[in-house]
């Protein structure tokens, strides 16, 4: 699914987009500072505070993610399922360990809490023309 | 057309496999080239004991095959939790000591979770919490200043490594670039395997500077019980030099006892006297004195040699001097009656103690020239008496001067002389002492069969084989005891 020349557009240098649904059907879309790779099926986001966004997947977890190459500027649209939310493991630490090192860097340490890493099931991957 | 398509579709597949295979013959090139390349750094770097040259190697080989251009090793302080540069690459100023405490920016993180990070977006990390602080700021909240952390300014990629070894922090490899996302995966399994080679050569390193201290340690604590050793010998030499001057004084003492030169040529004529301490002063000692017409004198062998010996000579001295003086005694045998009586007295202050057997053997004789008659009393010493070439032994009463069980009084023996008899005094130390080809003791056999050898030449030149004879026979064995014999002719 993710491929190999996707992972640039992976490592939080080009915000992306994230779209997600009510149960009611009531659309909400929003930025996110980095779409993290699991693996080639997975992907997680970050879950710091509670948001529409969190409440939206829990009642509805499907939910689609744009993603853009910072060099090339090649956009890949995803749908996802909202799958788990995991408060340890490898990807949790990975997470954890960018939030503490750049708060910490803005002397913001103890701030931010990172309450989750939300794991994604990637369905399709489509690359998008401009 | 169905055929062609086929055989299209087949030519397509073909280029695409030679593809893959080109892609994986490149793969493989490039692995090799890499394993090649860290072989070499490996080596490098263990081939080094010297732990600031191993880091600076490490960085510098970073740079000049993988083009990391920043790099910087930081060593860990576990017990205060905190790191400081040790060594760095690519900077305007090397920040060595600077530090970095746990949990404090990437390299604080790494440390503090033991787990490497990668980044490739910092500058828009930074840059989203910065927007956050800004809005804190403006509702009035208290914020901090950002964190002062060695390294580049303007950094957007970082791989930060930890150097583990069995799970303890020995450090952190860090590398950075002011580029986004120049690290991928790849960088991160090269820099990983060099941390790894990194934090052997370092606890090498430090193991070895260990072994060092622990040396140099050792060697200091020898130099400093070595000083000891030589002070408490001179303090020994010392006492020794103490004890053995006063010794050398009691040995005036006692050599002021003995009889003089002069006296002893006055009233004893011809004879000769060999005395040979085993030590400075002496358990022997020879006595003469005149009284009237008698000529008194005596082989005293006190119990003991050195010092303990040359006490009880004292008293010997002392009590056979009252014996004469004080008490007016003629008799041999009185003589040494009252010199037991004497030293017992003296020796029995403690009356619970019975195990001193302090005292001594003696023979001792009473010579009047005038009438030619020679009387003799022994403390189980004999005296020898030689004429015309016959060896006479007049033993001594079979018990000491001191503390005894079965003591009776002593025998007192009445000889006629001749002239030209000569009659010897001697104790045990010339004929008990080891040595010859066996090292067994010379025996009285030997040394009545030398007496007899001799007695007619004259007595210095007797006293001279006495002392040669000694000699030779000892060798290079210790003296056992004092020596003293007294030859004296009528």
Redesign the interface.
């Known amino acids: 699914m993710i491929k190999q020349e996707m992972h640039p557009a992976m490592q939080g240098i080009v915000p992306a987009s994230l779209v997600t649904c009510s149960k009611n059907g009531e659309p909400n879309t929003t930025t996110i500072s980095q779409v993290f790779y699991v693996d080639d099926n997975h992907i997680a986001l970050s879950f710091q505070f509670f948001n529409k966004t969190i409440r939206n997947v829990r009642e509805n977890p499907n939910a689609s993610v744009q993603i853009m190459h910072p060099a090339t500027f090649e956009t890949w649209s995803l749908d996802i399922e909202f799958q788990e939310s995991k408060t340890e493991g490898d990807i949790f630490d990975q997470m954890d360990m960018q939030l503490e090192a750049i708060a910490s860097m803005s002397g913001m340490s103890g701030i931010f809490k990172l309450h989750a890493a939300d794991i994604y099931k990637v369905k399709t991957v489509e690359r998008v023309a401009y | 057309m169905q055929n062609l398509t086929a055989t299209d579709i087949l030519k397509n597949q073909i280029v695409d496999n030679q593809k893959v295979i080109d892609q994986l013959n490149a793969d493989l090139a490039r692995k090799n080239q890499e394993v090649k390349i860290f072989q070499e750094i490996s080596t490098e770097i263990n081939n080094t004991l010297d732990l600031d040259s191993i880091l600076n190697k490490l960085l510098l080989l970073l740079d000049k095959t993988f083009e990391f251009r920043h790099s910087m090793v930081l060593l860990s302080d576990e017990l205060d939790e905190k790191l400081f540069v040790a060594a760095s690459h690519g900077y305007e100023t090397n920040g060595i000591g600077a530090e970095v405490k746990f949990?404090?920016?990437?390299i604080?993180?790494?440390a503090k979770?033991k787990?490497l990070?990668r980044?490739?977006?910092?500058g828009?990390?930074?840059a989203?919490?910065?927007s956050?602080?800004t809005q804190m700021t403006n509702a009035g909240e208290e914020?901090?200043?950002?964190?002062k952390?060695p390294g580049l300014n303007n950094v957007q990629s970082q791989v930060a490594i930890p150097l583990l070894l069995e799970n303890a922090l020995i450090g952190v490899l860090a590398v950075e670039s002011e580029k986004?996302?120049v690290f991928?995966?790849r960088d991160e399994i090269i820099i990983t395997i060099l941390a790894n080679q990194a934090a052997s050569a370092i606890d090498k390193a430090r193991a070895h500077i260990k072994l060092k201290h622990i040396n140099e340690n050792l060697e200091h604590l020898v130099h400093e019980r070595t000083k000891e050793v030589v002070m408490q010998k001179d303090i020994i030499e010392e006492k020794n030099n103490d004890i053995l001057d006063s010794i050398r004084y009691a040995k005036r003492i006692q050599d002021a006892l003995l009889p003089a030169k002069n006296h002893m040529e006055k009233h004893v004529k011809d004879y000769f006297v060999l005395f040979k301490p085993k030590d400075i002063v002496s358990g022997d000692f020879y006595w003469v004195n005149q009284k009237e017409n008698k000529l008194f004198f005596a082989a005293i062998d006190c119990t003991g040699h050195g010092v303990p010996g040359a006490f009880v000579s004292i008293v010997a001295h002392t009590g056979l001097q009252r014996a004469l003086i004080l008490f007016s005694l003629r008799t041999p045998s009185e003589i040494l009656d009252k010199l037991n009586e004497n030293v017992t007295d003296m020796f029995s202050h403690d009356n619970t103690s019975t195990d001193i057997k302090d005292g001594m053997d003696i023979s001792l004789c009473a010579l009047d020239r005038d009438a030619m008659k020679l009387e003799f009393a022994g403390a189980n010493n004999p005296m020898y008496l030689i004429r015309n070439g016959k060896l006479t032994e007049i033993k001594g009463d079979k018990q000491p001067i001191g503390q005894y069980l079965s003591r009776k009084d002593f025998t007192n023996h009445k000889i006629d002389v001749e002239k030209g008899d000569v009659i010897y005094l001697f104790t045990d130390g010339y004929a008990d002492q080891f040595g010859g080809p066996k090292g067994k003791k010379f025996k009285y056999k030997q040394f009545e069969e030398m007496l007899l050898a001799n007695y007619n030449l004259p007595m210095a030149e007797q006293s001279k084989i006495l002392e040669r004879k000694f000699h030779d026979w000892k060798k290079n064995l210790g003296q056992v005891d004092d020596v003293c014999v007294i030859g004296v002719r009528v």
Do not use: C, H, P, W
Not at chain 2, 143 to 147: A, H, Q, R, W, Y
């Open positions: 949990g404090e920016g990437i604080g993180v790494v979770r787990k990070m980044m490739g977006n910092i828009a990390q930074r989203y919490f910065n956050v602080k914020t901090k200043e950002d964190l952390l986004t996302n991928d995966s």
